[in-house]
T-cell receptor
């Protein structure tokens, strides 16, 4: 089956530092990847859509300068949380859309970010 | 009004019970309907995928879509303690691939 990995699985950082999270599709190509944020006991909130070779599309209310997204290849997208603050602490999850089955998304295991 | 409504539960059932999970939606453009299972502190796992209306069965899981009523269901037969998780419905019109999620229903299956 389709596998999506994320790295790191958890990270703790100091306020003001930047954190990069990687999302990889391991056995399929993904022209489109999505980044979500999930708070405890809440559903997934779409942050942005990442398209290979082009700029990401951000959802309303999401700061593009705060959450930098790069989708440099068909199997890798990165999310960088710049100048992180405690309110950025959350569970970040990526998903990848199979280029051959555009209607299906596969999710990564998530990255738990804690900003002290 | 949210685009997708899902009762958050929690829902507690005894082992072996039939579980019914439901979502309603308001956007008639939705064509693709999915159910995801999410264990605590893990990413969602795709369980069932259905296009347009109809039923789909996979093992103990059955997904139903009624587009006329804007209502989808997931049935779990012979529920097991390992089914204890949060179940998220998700929908897409496919133009952008963006998924709209329900709030998720927390299910606990007691041995």
């Amino acid at each position: 089956g389709a596998v999506v990995s994320q790295h790191p699985s958890w990270v703790i950082c100091k306020s003001g530092t930047s954190v990069k999270i990687e999302c990889r599709s391991l056995d399929f190509q993904a022209t489109t990847m999505f980044w979500y944020r999930q708070f405890p006991k809440q559903s997934l909130m779409l942050m942005a859509t990442s398209n290979e070779g082009s700029k990401a599309t951000y959802e309303q209310g999401v700061e593009k300068d705060k959450f930098l997204i790069n989708h440099a290849s068909l199997t890798l997208s990165t999310l960088t949380v710049t100048s992180a603050h405690p309110e950025d602490s959350s569970f970040y999850i990526c998903s990848a859309r199979d280029s051959l089955r555009a209607d299906t998304q596969y999710f990564g295991p998530g990255t738990r970010l804690t900003v002290l | 009004q949210k685009e997708v409504e899902q009762d958050p539960g929690p829902l507690s059932v005894p082992e072996g019970a039939i579980v019914s999970l439901n979502c309603t939606y308001s956007n008639s453009a939705f064509q693709y309907f999915m159910w995801y299972r999410q264990y605590s502190r893990k990413g969602p796992e795709l369980l069932m995928y259905t296009y347009s209306s109809g039923n789909k069965e996979d093992g103990r899981f059955t997904a139903q879509v009624d587009k006329s009523s804007k209502y989808i269901s997931l049935f779990i037969r012979d529920s097991q303690p390992s089914d204890s998780a949060t179940y998220l419905c998700a929908m897409s019109s496919s133009n952008t691939g963006k998924l709209i999620f329900g709030q998720g229903t927390t299910l606990q299956v007691k041995p």
